[in-house]
Each structure stands twice: as C-alpha cells, then as structure tokens.
C-alpha cells in the first residue's frame, strides 16, 4: 500500500468519525488498537529506518475517535430542557 493510498483512507475514515454512532467508535477505536498492537514501530523506506507512515495515521484516526466519544459523553452529560 503506497503513502497515497494510505493518506486518502485516513481521510475518508475521518470524515466517517463524526456521523458513527458510539458503538460504531467503540468499534472503530478497538479496530484501530488492534491494527496498531500488530504493526511495526519502524519501516525501511529509502533505505533508511523510518518511523511507520500507517502507524501515524491509525494514531491520528485513535485521537480523532477518542475525542469523537468524548464529545459524545459530555453531551449526554448535559441536562434535558424542561427537566
């Protein structure tokens, strides 16, 4: 998978973050760690050892999730008109 690829899923997994539900983010968010538990920290690329592109966009995607369920929570949170 070329860095291009990887770019254009990133952004279309994050446009998708904030229409999911939260059992879409809780699954989203435990997709992500698991793809991340199992990918290599460092990539050879150009002949040098680099930190992993995919591994920074599955980073950004988790923190992207991450606050998406917050959101979620604060907003629960908040107490109902005429209550």
């Known amino acids: ?4 690829n990887l ?4 952004d279309e997994s994050t446009a998708n973050v904030s ?3 939260i059992r879409e983010l809780i699954g989203a968010l435990t ?3 698991d793809r991340l538990r199992h990918l290599p920290t460092f990539v050879p690329i150009g002949g040098r050892l680099v930190t992993n592109p995919e591994r ?3 980073l ?3 923190r992207l999730v ?3 369920l917050r959101r979620r929570r604060a907003l629960l949170r908040l107490p109902v008109a005429g209550s």
């Open 1 to 4: 998978m070329s860095l291009q």
């Open 7 to 10: 770019s254009v899923h990133a």
């Open 19 to 21: 229409d999911m539900s």
């Open 31 to 33: 997709a992500t760690e």
């Open 56 to 58: 920074r966009l599955l």
């Open 60 to 62: 950004r995607h988790q």
């Open 66 to 68: 991450i606050a998406s």
